[in-house]
């Protein structure tokens, strides 16, 4: 397995507030490992062997505002209450005593289906009542309950400030409720929060956005996760072409983005290959491209085999980093996200950055269960 020269990937990044040494960053991962939504001393330990592995910002993983039914199982962490703040206190302490920097993901998981047959007490929300198109779950919001949630994306962002976290990222992709806005299949209101536009369907997460900016003021970057793809349907293409997806992408940036953080399930598969080819930008490449905005990409880094085959419960091996440098030594996006190989291999980066490639661990399904 041969790797090119990876220095690219440790020069040092900045955007307000927030200093990186590297431009390694742990993508947010479900894990399920807090009972009754607190964390606890493994998942502080879990976080800080990731600050002391030397990766550069992590994004924990999704953790829910103050909503009924914000999350879809009893082992996904709250981001409010004092007990549950707690847990997370120390868990930023913790990072940063050994040097790490780090966001919390907020998230709300909308109508998407309950895990391992957990039920909340309250019933699920989302745009219209449904979870895909035709497929009727729960009940659509009023505009009270946007509005409710609007402010609990606040408070949670405003909470994670004041606990010492150096940056916030919201959740707006994956079929999740703000990515059930954006899509058609799931949004069918009549009021202002749709419309025949992307840009119209982006109503209800600008205001997210411009709520949070308010509460964490000017320089405390925020970050935004968004996809195409979604869990209901991995074929899904929200912006068909770069004009869509500036019309899609350039308000949440205007409202207060500061990176773009692009899902896909491969990073190195061009966007729209029909304009720049087959090695043309990718997702986060074009995202930067029309928005002006830093960007993050991720998508099977490090890794033969895509993150859906996790699900599968299939391994895989490493994977050359050399397309990785290639894109990144041509500034097509700012910063990576490495999902599955650091959840298996605390010291992914630290080994990646020694030149170690030998002593990568690949990926097994197995380590889903527990928190290494």
């Given at each position: 397995?041969?790797?090119?020269?990876?220095?690219?990937l440790f020069r040092p990044f900045a955007i307000g507030s927030l200093k990186l040494k590297n431009?390694?960053?742990m993508a947010p991962m479900t894990r399920l490992f807090a009972p009754d939504g607190v964390p606890g001393e493994a998942n502080v330990a879990y976080y800080r062997r990731r600050a002391e592995g030397q990766v550069g910002l992590i994004l924990s993983?999704?953790?829910?505002?103050?909503?009924?039914?914000s999350r879809n199982d009893g082992g996904i962490p709250l981001f409010h209450?004092?007990?549950?703040?707690?847990?997370?206190?120390?868990?930023?302490d913790a990072v940063h005593r050994a040097g790490g920097r780090m966001a919390p993901q907020l998230w709300h998981t909308g109508s998407t289906r309950y895990l391992n047959g957990w039920e909340p007490d309250a019933p699920v929300e989302s745009p219209s009542g449904l979870i895909a198109p035709d497929q009727p779950r729960?009940?659509?919001m009023t505009e009270e309950d946007i509005a409710d949630t609007v402010a609990a994306f606040a408070k949670a962002a405003a909470d994670a400030k004041r606990l010492g976290f150096d940056t916030v990222e919201l959740h707006g992709a994956h079929g999740y409720l703000v990515d059930q806005?954006?899509?058609?299949?799931?949004?069918?209101?009549?009021?202002?929060y749709n419309g025949p536009t992307i840009k119209e369907r982006s109503r209800f997460a600008g205001e997210i956005v411009a709520a949070v900016r308010a509460a964490v003021g000017p320089d405390f970057p925020i970050i935004m996760r968004f996809s195409q793809w979604k869990q209901q349907d991995l074929a899904v293409k929200l912006a068909e072409t770069p004009a869509v997806m500036e019309d899609w992408l350039l308000p949440m940036v205007e409202a207060g983005v500061d990176i773009v953080h692009c899902s896909q399930r491969r990073f190195w598969e061009p966007e729209f290959p029909e304009i720049d080819g087959e090695n043309g930008l990718n997702f986060a490449g074009w995202a930067k491209k029309v928005t002006g905005a830093a960007t993050i990409s991720v998508g099977s880094v490090g890794l033969e085999k895509d993150f859906a085959t996790a699900f599968a419960g299939e391994g895989s091996t490493p994977a050359s980093l050399d397309r990785l440098i290639e894109r990144m030594e041509r500034d097509e996006f700012d910063l990576i996200a490495v999902g599955?190989?650091?959840?298996s291999d605390p010291h992914w980066v630290a080994k990646v950055g020694g030149g170690k490639y030998d002593s990568l661990n690949g990926f097994e399904a197995a380590a889903l269960a527990e928190l290494v």
């Amino acid at each position: 397995m041969s790797h090119a020269d990876t220095s690219t990937l440790f020069r040092p990044f900045a955007i307000g507030s927030l200093k990186l040494k590297n431009r390694i960053v742990m993508a947010p991962m479900t894990r399920l490992f807090a009972p009754d939504g607190v964390p606890g001393e493994a998942n502080v330990a879990y976080y800080r062997r990731r600050a002391e592995g030397q990766v550069g910002l992590i994004l924990s993983e999704g953790t829910v505002v103050d909503r009924p039914a914000s999350r879809n199982d009893g082992g996904i962490p709250l981001f409010h209450g004092e007990v549950a703040l707690a847990g997370w206190k120390d868990i930023i302490d913790a990072v940063h005593r050994a040097g790490g920097r780090m966001a919390p993901q907020l998230w709300h998981t909308g109508s998407t289906r309950y895990l391992n047959g957990w039920e909340p007490d309250a019933p699920v929300e989302s745009p219209s009542g449904l979870i895909a198109p035709d497929q009727p779950r729960g009940v659509a919001m009023t505009e009270e309950d946007i509005a409710d949630t609007v402010a609990a994306f606040a408070k949670a962002a405003a909470d994670a400030k004041r606990l010492g976290f150096d940056t916030v990222e919201l959740h707006g992709a994956h079929g999740y409720l703000v990515d059930q806005f954006f899509w058609t299949g799931t949004n069918l209101r009549t009021d202002r929060y749709n419309g025949p536009t992307i840009k119209e369907r982006s109503r209800f997460a600008g205001e997210i956005v411009a709520a949070v900016r308010a509460a964490v003021g000017p320089d405390f970057p925020i970050i935004m996760r968004f996809s195409q793809w979604k869990q209901q349907d991995l074929a899904v293409k929200l912006a068909e072409t770069p004009a869509v997806m500036e019309d899609w992408l350039l308000p949440m940036v205007e409202a207060g983005v500061d990176i773009v953080h692009c899902s896909q399930r491969r990073f190195w598969e061009p966007e729209f290959p029909e304009i720049d080819g087959e090695n043309g930008l990718n997702f986060a490449g074009w995202a930067k491209k029309v928005t002006g905005a830093a960007t993050i990409s991720v998508g099977s880094v490090g890794l033969e085999k895509d993150f859906a085959t996790a699900f599968a419960g299939e391994g895989s091996t490493p994977a050359s980093l050399d397309r990785l440098i290639e894109r990144m030594e041509r500034d097509e996006f700012d910063l990576i996200a490495v999902g599955r190989a650091i959840l298996s291999d605390p010291h992914w980066v630290a080994k990646v950055g020694g030149g170690k490639y030998d002593s990568l661990n690949g990926f097994e399904a197995a380590a889903l269960a527990e928190l290494v």
